[in-house]
C-alpha cells in the first residue's frame, strides 16, 4: 500500500519541473501579451522605446540581442570545437582529468564577475586601441563567448566521445592521421551534438543579462559598429523591471515573452537534435 | 511431501514465450537440480516462483502453490521472504558484512536486543561463513573474496528464516574448493529446507540433487530421480545433453 | 609550382592550434580568477567579513550580504531537493520510457536553458506580487528554487542510473518493496551523486544575481526572518562595480564569491569523482 502512495506522490513530484515552466509561461504571457494587443504589433516591433510615452519598440533590443549573440558565437564557437576536440581526441586521459573540470569551472563564474573584469580590463583596452567608448557590441562579444564556451565544449565532447571507437580504428587502419579522422569522420559522425551544443550556447548568449548590462553601454539605438554602444532584450529588462509601473512593466513583460519564446524554441530544437528519450 | 507444485505454468517476456506448461512438484527437504543448456527457461523458472518476473514485465499463466497456497494470493513480500533467491554472481550491498546480514530481516520485522545478532550469528554459521568473518563484521562486504561473498548472499538468504532456498548457477563464478563449499553447506541444509538449484554444470545436479528435471526451450523434457537421470534417462535429448553432445 | 602541405604537417599544424586554443582558454579562467584575487585578497579581513555594511558598502564589511546570500541559498535548496530528487527517482524508477517521462524530461531541459532573467521575472510578478511575499528571502528562494530543480534532477538522475540494477534484484528477493528498494539501497548508494547535484545547485544560487535582484531585493539590512528583504554577495558585488562605489570593497566581494565558487566546485567534483570510480 505504502508503495502506491509513494508512487503517487514521487508522480507528483516529478512534475515540478514541466509545472514551474508552464507557471513561468503563464504568468509571462499573461503580463506581457495584452499589451502587445493593445498597441498593435507595429508599435511592438518599431525602433522606437519610450515606454511612459507609448512607444513600446523593441526592434532595436532585438537587433542588439542579435549582434551580441552573433559575436559570441563568433568567439565561442572556435574556441569552444577546439578545446571539445582537443580534450576528446588529442589529449591522455590524465590531462583530460585535469582540463575538463577546469574548463567547466568557467560555467561556475558569476555572470557578474564575467562583467566586472569586462568593465575593469576589456572596455578600458578597447577604448584605448580601438577608439570609442568601449563599452561596445565588441567587448560584450567578447565576455560572452567566453561564458558561452564551457556550454559549447561539454555538449560537443560528449558527442564526440559518443563515436564508437571503431570508426576511429577503421580510420587508422587505413592510414589516416587523427586530424584527417577528426575533420573527415568525426566531427560529421558527432554533427548533432554539436549543433545543439552551439544552439544552447545561443540560448545562453541571448539570455545573459548581468554581464552585458555591465560592458555594452546600454545605449538605445542601432549599433553601426563593433565599437558602438548596444541595449539588448535583456538589458532593458534588468534596467527598468525595478521602476516600472503600469503599461511600461507590462511592456517589459511583452518584451520578456519574446526572449522567452526565442528560448524555448531554442531549446526544443536543440533537444530535438539530441533526441534523447 | 509436496512443498511447490506448478501446474500448466507458461511465462511470455513480449512475444517470446520462456517457459512452456510447465507442471512439476518438488518434495519438502530435497533438493531439485535443474538442468538445461543457455536459454532453455531454468532462471525463468526461478524468477517465476519468487515472482521476481513481474519486475521484468512479464505474463505468466497457469498456477504456483506453495504449502496448499496460490503464491499469487500471498503477499509479495511474505513470499519473497519464504522463497529466498540466490543469483549467479554474487551481489553484496555496499556497506558492511553485518549491515547486508541485517537488511531483509529489518524489512519485515523490528528486532529487540541480541535477537537480530542471534540471527546473524545462526545465519552465517549455517552458511560456513562464521568462523572466517567473526571479527569483521563491520568491514565492508565486499572486502570478501568471491566465494565467501557467495556463502555470504546464502547466509543473507538464511537470515531471513525461508522455507524454500533457490540457487541460479550459484557456482558458476567460483574456484573448485568455495564451489565444494557451497555445495557441503547445502548439503548440511537440507534437513531445514527445500532448495531449487539450477545448474548448467550437469556434474553439479548429479552431486548434489535428489531429483533432476531436464529443461530444452523452455519446456520440460524430463524429470526424475537423479540417478535414473543420468543413468537410464527416459528422452535421448537428455540423454544427448549429459552426454555433452549439445549445450 | 604549386606548394602542398602532406598530412603529417597538416596534423602537427592542426595540432599546435588546438593546444594553443585550448591553452588560452584555460589562461583567461586563471586570468579572471587571478586578477580579481591579486586585487582583492589584499582587503580581506575578518572584520570585512563580520562588520556590517556602512555607507552603501562604501565602508564597513558584508556581513549582511553573506547571510542574506546563506539564508536565500539554504532556502532554495531545502524546496529545491526534494522536488529533484523525487522527480529524478520516478524518471529513474517508475518510468519506462513513454509519454510521461518524455514530458518530465522535456520539462527539466527546456527550465534548464531559461536565463534567469525570466526567472528574475516569473519570481518578481508570481512571488513577490501576486503570492505578496514581498521582496524578500522567501521569494528569492523560492525563485532560485525553480531555476536550479533541473540541476538536480539531471545530476540525480545519473547518479541513481548508475546504481547496479542487481542491487535492486537482490532488495526484492529479500521480500523488500519497491519503496524499501529506493530508500534503503537506491538513495544512500546514490548519494555521493546526489550531493553533487545539490553542491552545483548552491553554486548556482550563490552566484546568481538577475533572478534573486527582483525578488529578495537589495536591502543592507541584517535579515531578521524569512519576509526580509535581502541583497546577496552577487548582488552586493554588482552594485558595488556598476555604481562605482569602491573598486576595493567590490574586489574584495568578488574574491569572497570566487572563493566560494572554487570551494563548492572542488567538493562536487571529489564527490562525483569518488562515486564514479566505483560504479562505472
Redesign the interface.
Known amino acids: 500500500m505504502?508503495?502506491k502512495i509513494?508512487?503517487k506522490?514521487?508522480?507528483f513530484?516529478?512534475?515540478?519541473?514541466?509545472?514551474?515552466?508552464l507557471?513561468?509561461t503563464f504568468?509571462?504571457f499573461q503580463?506581457g501579451i495584452p499589451l502587445i494587443f493593445k498597441v498593435g504589433l507595429s508599435n511592438f516591433f518599431s525602433t522606437h522605446w519610450a515606454p511612459t510615452r507609448g512607444n513600446f519598440g523593441i526592434l532595436s533590443m532585438i537587433i542588439g540581442s542579435l549582434m551580441v549573440t552573433a559575436g559570441a558565437l563568433v568567439v565561442g564557437i572556435?574556441?569552444g570545437l577546439?578545446?571539445a576536440?582537443?580534450?576528446a581526441e588529442?589529449s591522455s586521459p590524465p590531462i583530460q582529468k585535469t582540463?575538463k573540470?577546469?574548463?567547466?569551472?568557467?560555467a561556475?563564474?558569476?555572470?557578474?564577475?564575467?562583467?566586472?573584469?569586462g568593465?575593469?580590463?576589456l572596455v578600458p583596452f578597447i577604448r584605448e586601441h580601438f577608439g570609442g567608448p568601449g563599452f561596445s557590441v565588441l567587448a560584450a562579444s567578447i565576455i560572452l563567448g567566453?561564458m558561452i564556451?564551457p556550454t559549447i565544449v561539454s555538449i560537443s565532447y560528449d558527442a564526440l566521445l559518443a563515436v564508437p571507437n571503431t570508426y576511429r580504428e577503421g580510420s587508422y587502419a587505413v592510414g589516416?592521421?587523427?586530424?584527417?579522422t577528426?575533420v573527415m569522420l568525426l566531427l560529421p559522425a558527432a554533427r548533432s551534438g554539436i549543433v545543439a551544443g552551439i544552439i544552447?550556447g545561443m540560448?545562453?548568449a541571448?539570455?545573459?543579462?548581468?554581464a552585458v548590462?555591465?560592458i555594452a553601454g546600454n545605449a538605445l539605438k542601432i549599433p553601426h559598429s563593433m565599437l558602438d554602444s548596444v541595449r539588448t532584450l535583456?538589458s532593458t529588462?534588468?534596467l527598468e523591471?525595478?521602476y516600472a509601473t503600469g503599461d511600461h512593466r507590462a511592456a517589459?513583460?511583452a518584451c520578456?515573452s519574446f526572449?522567452?519564446l526565442i528560448?524555448?524554441l531554442?531549446?526544443?530544437i536543440?533537444?530535438k537534435i539530441t533526441g534523447?528519450? | 511431501m509436496i512443498k511447490v507444485s506448478i501446474k500448466n505454468l507458461n511465462l511470455f517476456y513480449n512475444k517470446v514465450q520462456a517457459l512452456k506448461n510447465i507442471s512439476l512438484d518438488i518434495e519438502k527437504n530435497e533438493i531439485l537440480g535443474v538442468i538445461g543448456p543457455a536459454n532453455s527457461g531454468k532462471s525463468s523458472l526461478l524468477r517465476a516462483i519468487n515472482r521476481l518476473s513481474e519486475n521484468d514485465y512479464a505474463r505468466l499463466s497457469g498456477t504456483i502453490i506453495l504449502d496448499d497456497t496460490d503464491i499469487f494470493t500471498i503477499p509479495i513480500n511474505d513470499l519473497r521472504r519464504r522463497v529466498g533467491l540466490i543469483f549467479a554472481t554474487p551481489v553484496v550491498l555496499p556497506g558492511s558484512i553485518h549491515k547486508n546480514m541485517s537488511y531483509g530481516p529489518k524489512l519485515h520485522r523490528r528486532f529487540k536486543g541480541s535477537e537480530l545478532d542471534e540471527i546473524i550469528f545462526n545465519a552465517l554459521s549455517a552458511a560456513n561463513l562464521w568462523k572466517e568473518v567473526k571479527d569483521r563484521l563491520k568491514d565492508s562486504a565486499s572486502t570478501l573474496s568471491g566465494g565467501q561473498q557467495q556463502r555470504l548472499c546464502i547466509a543473507r538468504t538464511l537470515a531471513m528464516d525461508p522455507e524454500v532456498i533457490m540457487m541460479d548457477e550459484p557456482c558458476s563464478g567460483l574456484d573448485p574448493i568455495s564451489t565444494a563449499k557451497i555445495e557441503a553447506t547445502m548439503f548440511e541444509l537440507k534437513e531445514k529446507y527445500t532448495f531449487i538449484l539450477v545448474t548448467n554444470n550437469t556434474k553439479q545436479a548429479a552431486r548434489v540433487a535428489n531429483k533432476t528435471a531436464f529443461f530444452l526451450a523452455g519446456e520440460l523434457i524430463e524429470i526424475d530421480k537423479t540417478e535414473k537421470i543420468f543413468t537410464n534417462p527416459a528422452d535421448s535429448r537428455t540423454d544427448g545433453y549429459i552426454r555433452g553432445k549439445f549445450g | 609550382m604549386t606548394f602542398r602541405i602532406g598530412p603529417r604537417t597538416n596534423q602537427i599544424i592542426a595540432y599546435s592550434i588546438l593546444l594553443l586554443m585550448t591553452l588560452i582558454t584555460v589562461v583567461v579562467l586563471f586570468f579572471i580568477i587571478g586578477y580579481v584575487f591579486k586585487n582583492g585578497i589584499g582587503q580581506l579581513s575578518l572584520e570585512f567579513l563580520t562588520d556590517k555594511t556602512r555607507d552603501m558598502g562604501k565602508e564597513g564589511g558584508i556581513l549582511p550580504s553573506i547571510l542574506g546570500t546563506f539564508f536565500v541559498t539554504i532556502f532554495a535548496i531545502i524546496i529545491a531537493t526534494p522536488l529533484g530528487v523525487g522527480s529524478a527517482v520516478y524518471l529513474v524508477e517508475y518510468t519506462k520510457g513513454g509519454l510521461i517521462h518524455r514530458i518530465i524530461s522535456f520539462g527539466a531541459d527546456c527550465l534548464a536553458g531559461v536565463p534567469s532573467i525570466i526567472f528574475g521575472l516569473f519570481g518578481f510578478i508570481f512571488f513577490v506580487i501576486k503570492l505578496n511575499l514581498g521582496w524578500s528571502i522567501i521569494s528569492g528562494g523560492l525563485t532560485l528554487a525553480v531555476m536550479i530543480i533541473p540541476t538536480i534532477i539531471r545530476t540525480t538522475e545519473e547518479a541513481i542510473k548508475a546504481v547496479p540494477h542487481s542491487f535492486r534484484e537482490i532488495s526484492y528477493s529479500l521480500g523488500g518493496g519497491k519503496l524499501d528498494t529506493i530508500l534503503k539501497v537506491v538513495l544512500p548508494t546514490s548519494l555521493p551523486g546526489i550531493l553533487t547535484g545539490v553542491i552545483l545547485g548552491i553554486g548556482r544560487a550563490v552566484g546568481e544575481t538577475a533572478a534573486v535582484i527582483f525578488t529578495a531585493g537589495s536591502s543592507l539590512g541584517i535579515p531578521t526572518s524569512a519576509f526580509s528583504s535581502t541583497r546577496t554577495l552577487a548582488v552586493h558585488f554588482y552594485i558595488l562595480a556598476r555604481e562605482g562605489i569602491s573598486m576595493p570593497k567590490a574586489y574584495a566581494t568578488a574574491t569572497v564569491l570566487i572563493i566560494i565558487i572554487l570551494l563548492v566546485n572542488f567538493i562536487a567534483y571529489r564527490l562525483m569523482h569518488r562515486f564514479m570510480a566505483k560504479y562505472y
Open positions: 505504502k508503495d509513494a508512487e506522490l514521487l508522480l513530484i516529478a512534475f515540478s519541473a514541466i509545472l514551474s515552466l507557471l513561468i504568468f509571462i503580463q572556435p574556441f577546439a578545446c576536440i582537443f580534450l588529442f582540463l573540470p577546469i574548463i567547466e569551472l568557467l561556475g563564474i558569476p555572470s557578474v564577475v564575467y562583467g566586472f573584469i568593465i575593469v580590463i567566453i564556451l589516416a592521421t587523427k586530424w584527417q577528426v544552447l540560448g545562453r541571448i539570455g545573459e543579462t548581468m548590462i555591465m535583456t529588462l534588468a523591471l525595478g517589459l513583460f520578456g526572449l522567452f528560448i524555448i531554442l531549446n526544443i536543440a533537444i534523447r528519450k
